[in-house]
């Protein structure tokens, strides 16, 4: 299959699934009837029986005692947040119009995180680096510099394990340090761990029960690949802050009178057994968490521990990390920008995951447009993430892009997944390539490759052909990134069409002959660039092959060989 020949380099968005947890999993659905476990059929049983088996060895995994935790299945980590955040402000605002909860958050915080801020209603604050926090831990209410939370009110600090962007891992202490301060800013405080990006890779350890996050989001799907499903693990003591929330779905009530004889007659009353059966809404997915089962058996027959995929993912991440580090132009200018934490060190598992977070410049020191290197790593068949990467707070702080830059970026046409790659002279994203438990050598070496043979030895030669075409000109030559015809070009405008080549971007040295003639005016076309074929039309070049970079050569007086013009 297609995915055989891949290169996956996003496994911080989800990792792939093993073939045999697929296979297993079909296996147990076909030699199993399982029903809805909201009844009492022998179907119906055998699903609650093995949904709560599966709950238990959830807790087990990250060494979560049951009698201090437990855990709510629910779609994926954000829904966990949002749940939290239910809860936090289930009753807005009290009888005296104060608002419900004040929330503290970290910069580097995922966007689900960010967005709990807007129900907050008793305010919020964005700790702009680790020292804030340090400051906020340790520092009495009069004596801050900010304003923090109202004594009286409810308050959360939510944060994340690690950053999605970069990798880089937080400090774990924060939660148990806010519990057992006396300071009455931290009174009522609880906090929230985003664990999503971390525990794909390292183990979530639970077991300080009373040094441990009173919630825990995550997502299975980012450590197995497979189910789609997430959780939120809850400190049964900081449970009742859930149960502000105003809402219940089926399932979680044991009662409900729904006001049909009598309006002021509404009421119900929630399950109070466990915290999971008081939150888990509707029917659970249990063909989703019964996959779990068997994910957590294949992931252990292959890994073994959590333990050893966090060595192996660092080890590999150090080496990918040193190897980018040491590319560079033929004039000593490095080819890769790396946005590295200040405190993070690529190799220690404590400070930093494997994710790395790049952008890439030109031999003159221009960056180049990250959604073209997305597009040319597809082409090669190498899976990337660019962009936002869902982090503004990280985004905006490694490229320096400020509140005015980024609504310009907006106005400009700049959206999540796409847009503008630059602006004012600075990109407006990243290039992310995450390492995962089935990550090897081989991915690391492939990546370090399409950067080195193509990003940096391409435009190094094709940047240095144009300044030889400037020099040489009476007209300047098509901008790099610039998609225009021929006929649109002035410095063509005698010339005739001599061949046109395709350079598959990882072989783009092989597929170049040193023998083929080149002209002296020479431009290079993107995926959208148009030329004019022996029809007198003009052809969309991706109509004709797939995200290729092409090199029109045209005759002129004088030709060259390829190899004299490249130096090779």
Request: proline residues 4%; hydrophobic residues 35%; charged residues 20%.
């Amino acid at each position: 299959s297609e995915s055989i020949d891949t290169t996956y380099l996003d496994h911080a968005g989800t990792t792939p699934y093993p073939k045999s947890l697929m296979d297993n999993f079909a296996k147990d659905m076909n030699s199993n009837l399982l029903g809805n476990p909201h009844s009492q059929a022998s179907a119906s049983i055998l699903s609650t029986l093995r949904i709560d088996t599966v709950r238990a060895r959830v807790l087990e995994f990250f060494k979560a005692d049951p009698e201090y935790f437990d855990l709510v299945f629910v779609a994926n980590a954000t829904a966990a947040i949002k749940l939290v955040m239910d809860g936090m402000g289930g009753r807005m605002y009290d009888e005296e119009g104060r608002g419900s909860f004040w929330y503290g958050y970290h910069a580097d915080s995922h966007t689900s995180l960010v967005g709990v801020r807007e129900c907050a209603s008793a305010g919020s604050k964005c700790f702009v680096s680790d020292d804030e926090v340090e400051t906020w831990l340790s520092t009495a209410v009069q004596e801050s510099p900010w304003p923090t939370k109202p004594v009286d009110r409810l308050g959360l600090f939510a944060y994340p394990a690690q950053s999605n962007m970069n990798g880089r891992r937080l400090p774990l202490s924060w939660p148990g340090r806010i519990r057992s301060s006396n300071l009455p800013q931290h009174r009522h405080v609880y906090s929230l761990l985003d664990a999503a990006a971390f525990a794909s890779t390292a183990q979530l350890d639970l077991s300080d029960w009373q040094n441990a996050p009173d919630f825990t989001a995550l997502s299975f799907y980012k450590i197995f690949g497979f189910p789609d499903l997430g959780a939120l693990l809850v400190r049964k003591e900081a449970g009742r802050v859930l149960r502000r929330r105003t809402y219940f779905g089926g399932g979680t009530v044991d009662m409900v009178i729904n006001g049909v004889d009598d309006p002021d007659e509404v009421w119900h009353a929630r399950k109070e057994s466990s915290i999971h059966e008081a939150f888990e809404d509707g029917t659970p997915a249990f063909h989703n968490i019964l996959a779990l089962d068997t994910a957590l058996d294949v992931h252990r027959r292959l890994y073994k521990s959590m333990a050893h995929v966090s060595r192996h993912t660092s080890c590999l991440a150090k080496v990918l990390y040193n190897r980018l580090s040491a590319l560079s132009h033929w004039n000593g200018l490095p080819v890769c920008v790396i946005y590295l934490g200040a405190d993070s060190e690529y190799g220690n598992c404590k400070t930093q995951g494997p994710t790395i977070a790049f952008n890439l410049k030109s031999c003159n020191g221009k960056w180049i447009n990250k959604s073209q290197v997305e597009q040319l790593a597809i082409a090669n068949n190498l899976q990337l993430r660019t962009g936002g990467v869902c982090n503004p707070g990280g985004i905006s702080k490694c490229l320096n892009l400020s509140p005015r830059e980024m609504k310009d970026a907006f106005a400009d046409g700049l959206r999540c997944g796409g847009g503008v790659d630059e602006l004012h002279g600075k990109p407006t994203g990243i290039i992310r390539a995450s390492l995962g438990a089935m990550s090897t050598l081989e991915d690391v070496g492939r990546l370090v490759e399409f950067i080195d043979l193509f990003v940096h030895k391409a435009y190094q030669s094709a940047e240095n052909l144009a300044m030889e075409v400037c020099n040489n000109a009476d007209d300047a030559p098509l901008p790099l990134t610039e998609s225009k015809t021929l006929a649109q070009s002035r410095s063509f405008d005698a010339a005739t069409l001599m061949e046109s080549f395709t350079c598959p971007v990882a072989s783009c040295r092989r597929v170049l002959k040193p023998n083929s003639d080149l002209s002296r005016h020479f431009s290079t076309h993107t995926v959208n660039s148009r030329f004019r074929g022996n029809s007198g039309r003009a052809a969309a070049l991706k109509k004709h092959v797939k995200r290729f970079n092409v090199f029109s050569c045209v005759r002129t007086a004088t030709p060259r060989t390829m190899e004299a013009i490249l130096g090779k």
